[in-house]
Nanobody, 114 residues
Framework: QVQLVESGGGLVQAGGSLRLSCVASGSTFSPRAMGWYRQAPGKQRELVASIRSGSTNYADSVNGRFTISRDNAKNTVYLQMNSLKPEDTAVYYC?????????WGQGTQVTVSS
């Protein structure tokens, strides 16, 4: 009964920036944790960044370029992506843990051209 609504994906040139947003709704409880995953064609889905209890975690490939943040009052998580590379091209999925259950967004396409 929790829905995750994503926005902010699109096409950008290498070196550019995008900001992804994800709003969680439909629950009395605030998500225990929120994060972003991505999946490129033919590859496994991988964790990009997560935030829980104020602590953040980043994949080595994006550390220093991406920043995850959260507005707890709005149950919203953001992913600021700077210095984008063609290797960042993927479908990005929002993820949330509410109580003990996992929820996923529909995914948003990020394409970085060289």
């Amino acid at each position: 009964q929790v829905q995750l609504v994503e926005s902010g994906g699109g096409l950008v040139q290498a070196g550019g920036s995008l900001r992804l947003s994800c709003v969680a709704s439909g629950s009395t409880f605030s998500p225990r944790a929120m994060g972003w995953y991505r999946q490129a064609p033919g590859k496994q889905r991988e964790l990009v960044a997560s935030i829980r209890s104020g602590s953040t975690n980043y994949a080595d490939s994006v550390n220093g370029r991406f920043t995850i943040s959260r507005d707890n009052a709005k149950n919203t998580v953001y992913l600021q992506m700077n210095s984008l590379k063609p290797e960042d091209t993927a479908v990005y999925y929002c993820h949330a843990v509410v109580v003990i259950r996992d929820y996923w967004g529909q995914g948003t396409q990020v394409t970085v051209s060289s």
